[in-house]
């Protein structure tokens, strides 16, 4: 496996993920003007806005929209997988989304977008204040009654579903031990925060919820050995373990895909967060 071959593109084609993304859109989409402007931040693979364009097209809009990610690979993979239309335009941008208002400044004109969205990617960015810097900026560059979508399957209850816990524990019992890994349990992989955690950052930055959800995706063996192959999963997978020797991405990788194997359940349930929120209008001074 090289490094070339390591990227969120392959979980973006897991049919239950982007269905779970897609339903999410399509309540996104509904609330839009026709024509739009969007700004999709860590778009990765360019799953949203290929969504977008889809559910777009469907209804007969108009749009443009604008997808930022920081890895120039992934940006590749985006332009590559995610024509625009006749109707509907697409930019990929390098950018940072702690700093969105920078990447976009050129692309946007001073009306601001109709709306924008991450999606599973605000755990990736770390610290409260980081996370809060990409809310502000998404509030930033979108106008009054804009709207948000985000959603995670990192949150504190994304596991609180019938067998999850049991085997996503399996999964990374065998990953260690395929690793041979030692464990240092006062170390956090990724950051699981409430829903509530992220409602409150959210309504800081000027929006309010109008639409919340939980889904409940049913993952496959095969799209678990596809987020194995995503190298941000994997070190957040391994951030809490050590080892004897250097061990490289390729080999992590590997050892999570194979991992998967021992799972005794054939789908592991977990839950996606998803919020839909509107920009609220700014008091007349």
Not at 124 to 132: A, H, S, Y
Not at 202 to 214: L, M, Q, S
Not at 234 to 262: C, I, K, N, P, Q
Request: charged share 25%; aromatic share 8%.
């Amino acid at each position: 496996m090289t490094q070339n071959n390591l990227h969120f593109g392959h979980f973006s084609e897991i049919p239950e993920y982007r269905e779970v993304n897609r339903e999410l859109i399509a309540q996104l989409i509904d609330r839009l003007p026709n024509p739009f402007v969007h700004v999709d931040v860590a778009t990765g693979a360019g799953l949203i806005p290929q969504l977008l364009v889809e559910q777009a097209t469907a209804r007969g809009y108009h749009g443009q929209i604008i997808a930022v990610d920081r890895n120039a690979e992934a940006l590749e993979i985006a332009r590559a997988a995610t024509p625009g239309t006749a109707d509907i335009s697409v930019t990929f941008l390098e950018g940072d989304a702690r700093d969105i208002p920078t990447a976009v400044a050129e692309h946007l004109t001073d009306d601001g977008a109709d709306s924008v969205s991450i999606h599973d990617a605000i755990h990736e960015i770390d610290g409260e204040e980081g996370q809060r810097q990409v809310f502000a900026g998404l509030a930033e560059i979108t106008h009054d009654n804009a709207f948000l979508s985000i959603n995670s399957s990192f949150t504190s209850n994304s596991m609180e579903v019938g067998h999850s816990m049991r085997g996503h524990g399996e999964w990374k019992l065998h990953f260690v031990r395929l690793t041979g890994g030692k464990r240092d349990r006062q170390v956090e992989t990724l950051a699981y925060r409430t829903p509530d955690d992220y409602k409150q950052m959210i309504t800081d930055a000027g929006f309010v919820v109008v639409h919340e959800e939980d889904r409940v995706v049913q993952l496959t063996h095969s799209a678990l050995k596809a987020i194995s192959r995503y190298p941000e999963f994997v070190r957040g997978m391994a951030r809490d373990l050590t080892f004897t020797r250097d061990v490289t991405m390729d080999e992590l990788s590997d050892a999570m895909s194979a991992a998967v194997d021992h799972i005794r359940f054939d789908l592991v349930p977990r839950i996606w967060y998803g919020v839909i929120a509107q920009k609220a209008a700014s008091s007349p001074t």
